[in-house]
């Protein structure tokens, strides 16, 4: 599905069949399997902040506060203008859903194809691919309140969670990761990846790396975890 999204498709009919049916799928459609809810009980009770490169809003879905959430390469909920023509993005459902129903043959009807209601050029998906990724008053707003969160946390105690996050972009998530618990002494730095565990030197002492299913992580964490709590209850932390 990612690389179709990268296919040179030969007119706005195709190319929004395609992506309508990837949007729904990705975006509308509950995430298979329970992760994410296994997750969101764990942090219950903690003062957590999830920073994502994916865009499908799974954690948003699964009940995590949106307050607490940072996508920072967009959304597969939003369109925006090609161009880009202005720093505005356009919630996408109600469109998505009608070119589901009316595609034959691959294609929608040429009267449901999107055009920016301010400049007239086709929409595109508000995905970052290149330099006219728009980001909206709200990604802004996310950001702030994610920099907050950074600044109240810079010292003290802090686990730096990276789940699945591979080489792709590691600018956003996983160099960030190091380099704060490099900052920090008491800070933990934890990897959990299947089959890309990496562990710098400078942090090998307060890190830790897991090769497996996150799923079955969790598993595991939930079913220690009243265990680690029975026996953290006269210990100061």
């Known amino acids: 599905m990612y690389s179709g999204g990268f296919y040179p498709y030969q007119s706005l009919e195709e190319y929004w069949a395609f992506w309508s049916r990837q949007i729904y799928v990705n975006r509308y459609l509950d995430a298979p399997g329970t992760a994410y809810q296994k997750l969101l009980a764990l942090l219950e009770g903690k003062d957590y902040f999830v920073l994502t490169t994916n865009v499908d809003h799974c954690f948003q879905k699964a009940g995590f506060d949106k307050q607490r959430l940072f996508y920072t390469q ?38 449901l194809i999107p055009y920016c209601p301010v400049c007239g050029r086709p929409m595109t998906m508000n995905l970052r691919v290149d330099n006219t990724f728009v980001q909206d008053a709200g990604w802004y707003a996310a950001a702030a309140r994610y920099e907050t969160f950074l600044r109240r946390h810079e010292t003290g ?75 953290c209850e006269h210990i100061d932390l």
């Open 157 to 231: 105690k802090v686990l730096y969670l990276e789940l699945g996050v591979g080489a792709n972009t590691p600018g956003i998530i996983k160099y960030p990761f190091w380099r704060m618990t490099a900052d920090n002494p008491g800070a933990v730095y934890a990897c959990l990846n299947l089959g890309e565990v990496l562990i710098p030197d400078e942090i090998a002492g307060r890190a830790i790396g897991i090769d497996g299913d996150i799923s079955a992580v969790l598993d595991a964490l939930t079913a220690l975890l009243p265990e680690f709590q029975r026996r």
């Open 74 to 111: 967009g959304d597969y909920g939003l369109w925006q203008c090609s161009a880009p023509c202005c720093q505005k993005t356009y919630d996408n459902r109600e469109k998505v859903l009608e070119m589901l129903r009316e595609q034959k043959d691959m294609r929608i009807p040429s009267a």
